[in-house]
């Protein structure tokens, strides 16, 4: 490629980097992301469930006919015992009323879908291109190098380039981070017809399922597990703390907590006759706003994951609505700067008091403290099997006469939940 100079180059081709050239395209910048993935959505891994009322409004005209999954209009929350499991569903007809909560989606079929629609917009959209450098002048960012030769100047640059960014690291905007901020996961999309899976989940026509997991799937670990439903498939997978798999005695890999999982009855049955189409590993950031990096400097911005704008809350996965909408924030940016064509770092702070003015800050805010709640390990282990234990008390019918309902509540309830542990467990969860 020859050296040409664009007015911005978006590293990543993820919801991020196509929100914030979608948006430009149409006010003819000129744009090019350069993604290193076959095509956009090749190397994107989500659960994943998008909820859309915070987005909606950026590109409504897309919305009407993207390739969206199912909506969900059944959650479920399962608390995992060795050997029971207890879960709560939410079946509720607020999520049958239009317009949709939230979408199950297929990243590879809707960031290919995106990316299209993006170079109809006007942008250019180049992959298996990998961007390995960013190129300086006096201390700013002046665009991007690939390999040891090419290079596409720039008048700024938006790092979209998900959870591990490089670029925010060149630029000086992130330090090394620590294992803790991290999970890993590991995904599988599983193909049922799409009867099948109405059948099995109780669902109506176009209607989707979420389930997340948690207690001994993770066996004490940081983490859980989740299942969603997608027009002929399920995508089922698990997530991981690194730090507590890094500590873990004795060592087990994800993929071997993913088979067990898949081998307990509550999920056996579920992809009984599934084939497995797609296999994926990803990182995933859970340090919150406590591992934000600088979000702009001289040239550059970083948007969506590569900003660390993750939130992960054991009832809700969220991820892609803060990746569209910091992309979608980082253009209007731009667009300012190009008006003064200013793009120092100054003229680029806008981008920070959108970001803060938006649900995005203020919801890692305000579950800044998730990570500290999400390390105890009794959440995993303990809590599940006493919640599951009490239950199956309840239920349990055999030849000695049965105590009162109240009764095993009590005496239950309070052995395994009035002790000081608990009790500072409780007061800790009030931090969220
Ligand atoms: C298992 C799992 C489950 C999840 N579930 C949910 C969910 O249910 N709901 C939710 O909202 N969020 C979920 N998330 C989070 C969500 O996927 C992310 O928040 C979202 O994808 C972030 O979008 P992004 O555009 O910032 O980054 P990405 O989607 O990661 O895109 C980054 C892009 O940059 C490209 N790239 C990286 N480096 C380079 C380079 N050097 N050169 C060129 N290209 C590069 C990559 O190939 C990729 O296409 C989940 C994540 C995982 C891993």
Redesign the pocket.
């Known amino acids: 490629m020859e050296d040409e100079r664009v007015e911005v180059v978006i ?8 929100s914030a050239a979608y948006v430009l395209a149409q006010e003819g910048v000129d744009t090019v992301v ?4 076959d095509y ?12 859309m009322h915070p987005i909606r409004h950026y590109f409504p005209e897309l919305w009407e006919d993207a390739p969206l999954e199912r909506h969900v209009t059944k959650e479920t929350l399962t608390m995992m015992g060795e050997n029971s499991s207890t879960s709560i569903t939410l079946d509720s007809d607020r999520f049958r009323e239009k317009p949709y909560h939230s979408y199950t989606i297929l ?1 590879s079929r809707f ?1 290919r879908w995106f990316g299209e629609k993006v170079m109809e917009a006007g942008a250019f959209v180049l992959p298996k ?4 450098d960013l190129i300086m002048e006096d201390g700013r960012v002046a665009g991007i190098v690939m390999g040891e030769e090419d290079e596409i100047p720039a008048d700024v640059v938006v790092a ?8 925010a690291e060149k630029a000086g905007l992130r330090q090394a981070q620590e294992p803790e901020h991290f999970a890993v ?1 590991v ?1 599988e999309v599983i193909e049922l017809s799409s009867k099948t899976i109405e059948d099995r989940f109780n669902l109506g026509t176009g209607e989707g399922a979420a389930q997340l997991f948690f207690g001994a799937v993770t066996q004490d670990m940081m983490g859980g597990g ?1 299942l ?1 439903t997608n027009i002929d498939s399920i995508s089922l ?1 698990l ?1 991981v703390g690194i730090e507590s798999l890094m500590e873990r005695e004795p060592k087990i890999e994800v993929h071997e907590l993913i088979e067990q999982f898949k081998a307990r009855p509550e999920i056996r049955n579920l992809i009984a006759d599934g084939d497995i189409v797609e296999y994926s590993a ?3 950031p859970e340090g919150g706003i406590n591992a934000m990096p600088k979000l702009y400097s001289d040239g550059i911005l970083v ?4 900003a660390g ?2 939130l992960n809350m054991l009832l809700t ?7 569209v909408a910091s ?1 979608v924030m980082a253009a209007e940016t731009i667009k300012k700067a190009r008006e003064k064509q200013d793009y120092s770092a100054a003229s680029l702070a806008h981008y920070e008091k959108l970001v803060k003015d938006s649900f995005i800050f203020k919801d890692l805010h305000t579950f800044r403290d998730v990570l500290n709640v999400l390390e105890n390990p009794r959440l995993f282990n303990y809590y599940p099997e006493a919640v599951c234990g009490i239950f199956e008390k309840l239920m349990w019918i055999d030849e000695n006469p049965k105590a009162k309902i109240s009764s095993t509540i009590i005496r239950e309830g309070v052995s395994k939940f009035l002790n000081w542990s608990t009790i500072r467990d409780g007061l800790g969860m009030l931090r969220i």
């Open positions: 590293v990543g081709a993820g919801l991020a980097g196509l350069v993604e290193r993935g956009p959505g090749a190397k994107n891994v989500s659960g994943g469930r998008i909820y990243r960031d291109s990998r961007v390995d979209a380039d998900g959870v591990l960014s490089l670029m996961s995904k989740f969603y997978g997530v990803h990182v995933i948007v969506g994951e590569a704008f993750g996965v969220r991820g892609m609505e803060f990746a992309g």
